[in-house]
């Protein structure tokens, strides 16, 4: 026997560590790009660059003996901080590199009085008192502008639940990215700078920075010479904002790309183990003919997951999909999702849900449905919650973006019932135990005993055979014992019949 797993959300790890990989190549890139183009130097470049890795690499450390796991929501909040990591060593280093290149009157003799005696007697050609002078005027503003980034996401600490779980890695990733980026700008890049600037620098002016400088003096004096219209025009662009806020799109957590698809197929809640064992196989040949699915695997009934109960009329198929660069039919995973509905309208009857495996869970977490969105009706009539759900259901196919708009099924489970005639019972003086403990051993089972071999040991069950209870005729054909002796038919003294019912009860808040 082998053993092939089908899906492993390593894959998806790997993905989202590679996804933070890139992002720290790329942000090394555009930083050397941009201070290469308005320094001009490229040991002040470097300087800035090698500010990322010691950042990061703190925040891990911290992260590490806080007890903290670096899971897709933290790495994802270290991949959004890359930017802001950047920021304080910049203004630093630019500070820096305008004191070497334009010296003040602060570094003349005279002046040295005022600075450390120490740093003075050791000072060579100026220049590590140049670099104090410069940190000391931009130490303020980089601490209070990363400190009000990270007043920021403070009220992320006060969720609970659910939204604590998804939020509260991401924030404390990116905080502790922060403060050891401010760590490395204060004191770090100082010290670097002290080795990487000994010999002083040669300024040169950049071809960019400068049209830009006189392109800002120009666009800074007229604003100031019109203040009233500079303004006007910033409360109407706030006014305008303000008006297409409403329009934009929102949603609770963003969706992100698995790379797997989960389909969660319905059939009807009367259908038998026997009837999803047909149909899998059927849906997972037709999903197996688009060439960006890789493999098509189902899993029927109640999952292996104790906690996670599902009737055998809910069959879940996990698709595996190729890389996008790879796919033919679609461009991407929701017009492949479009595609494949078409397909599996074939089969009539069937309710289809498209999702991913983990959204799935966050959805299961966040409403108590395989859902982005739920809406639940509660009331102690069975039949008015279906006639009202279906109206419902047909007014939210009317909204645009609604997909898999479908009703839960309440009734149309196929159930046994059995109704003791008390009426009858009492002409042959049998009790509603007596009925129900013959239903009960008959058809349900009876435990009677154990079987021992050696170390093993093995329940017995009793009940009886299948011909006898296949068929609410053959129930009624059971044999009660009357306390006279006289052996009556279940029939005689119960109706027997098949009646449709809930599938299940759902209940929430202690309310149907």
Do not use: C
């Amino acid at each position: 026997v082998s053993f092939e797993p089908y899906y492993d959300q390593s894959d998806l790890i790997t993905a989202a560590v590679k996804t933070v990989a890139n992002a720290l190549i790329l942000a090394f890139i555009f930083i050397i790009i941009v201070l290469a183009l308005f320094l001009m130097n490229l040991r002040a470049t470097l300087l800035v660059v090698i500010s990322i890795p010691i950042s990061i690499g703190i925040a891990l450390m911290i992260m590490s003996w806080l007890g903290l796991s670096a899971n897709l929501m933290s790495l994802g909040g270290i991949a959004v901080a890359i930017g802001m990591l950047v920021d304080g060593s910049v203004v630093m280093v630019e500070n820096m590199f305008k004191h070497l290149s334009h010296p003040d009157a602060r570094h003349d003799e005279k002046h040295k009085d005022e600075n450390d005696p120490h740093d003075v007697a050791h000072d060579v050609k100026g220049i590590p008192l140049r670099l104090q002078e410069a940190g000391k005027e931009v130490v303020r503003p980089i601490f209070f502008a990363s400190l009000i980034i990270l007043v920021v996401f403070m009220p992320m600490f006060s969720f609970q639940g659910v939204e604590a779980k998804l939020f509260q890695p991401m924030a404390i990733s990116i905080m502790l990215a922060l403060v050891s980026a401010v760590f490395v700008a204060l004191i770090i890049v100082p010290a670097l700078a002290t080795f990487v600037f000994k010999s002083g620098i040669k300024a040169r002016k950049s071809f960019i920075v400068e049209p830009l400088l006189k392109w800002y003096k120009t666009s800074l004096a007229w604003s100031m010479r019109n203040a009233k219209i500079v303004l006007i025009g910033a409360f109407l662009l706030l006014a305008i904002s303000l008006v297409l806020l409403p329009r934009l799109g929102t949603e609770f957590v963003p969706e992100l790309e698995e790379g797997t698809i989960n389909l969660r197929v319905t059939l009807a809640p009367s259908a038998s183990l026997d009837t999803a064992l047909a149909v899998s196989p059927k849906l997972e040949a037709m999903l197996m003919e688009f060439p960006e699915v890789t493999y098509a695997l189902s899993r029927i009934g109640r999952p292996e997951v104790g906690g996670d109960p599902e009737p055998v009329n809910n069959i879940e198929i996990y698709i595996g999909l190729k890389p996008v660069s790879e796919w033919t039919s679609a461009t991407n995973r929701i017009d492949l999702q479009q595609l494949m509905e078409l397909k599996l309208e074939k089969f009539p009857g069937l309710l289809f849900n498209f999702s991913q495996p983990i959204a799935t869970r966050v959805d299961e977490l966040l409403s108590g449905v395989r859902a982005q969105l739920a809406i639940k009706l509660f009331g102690p009539d069975l039949k008015v919650l279906a006639a009202t759900g279906q109206e419902i259901e047909a007014a939210v196919k009317t909204v645009d973006g609604a997909r898999d708009v479908a009703m839960e099924q309440i009734v149309g489970e196929s159930q046994l019932v059995i109704k003791p005639d008390r009426r009858q019972l009492s002409r042959y003086g049998i009790s509603v135990s007596d009925v129900m403990s013959v239903v009960r051993d008959g058809l349900g089972g009876q435990s009677a005993g154990q079987i021992i071999n050696g170390n093993e040991r093995y329940d017995i069950y009793v009940r009886l055979a299948n011909e006898f209870r296949d068929k609410p005729q053959n129930i009624a054909e059971l044999r009660l014992i009357a306390p006279g002796g006289a052996w009556v038919r279940l029939g005689d003294v119960a109706s027997i019949e098949i009646e449709s019912g809930p599938p299940q009860v759902r209940r929430d808040d202690v309310q149907r």
